[in-house]
């Protein structure tokens, strides 16, 4: 796992946290799926979503972090 993916999570407090996060605009996170992101990598087609998630709960994160994740 990537120090940069491993980041990307514990922004928004951990896989769990972001997981929720997500359900609560309206995304069906599964704490499976972060986790998946989590070792490999979000990808591209949800990095719309994780930015704005990210946006709406205030959590810092740029599109290149999000890429690089």
């Not at 990210?54 to 972090?65: F, K, S, W």
């Amino acid at each position: 796992m990537s120090a940069n993916k491993t980041n990307i999570t514990k922004k928004f407090g951990g896989i769990r946290p972001m997981a929720r996060a997500g359900k609560r605009h309206g995304y069906n996170w599964a704490v499976s799926t972060v986790s998946g992101w989590a070792d490999n990598g979000i990808p591209r087609k949800r990095l719309p979503e994780v930015l704005e998630v990210a946006e709406l709960e205030g959590v810092e994160l740029t599109l290149q972090e999000a890429i690089a994740a």
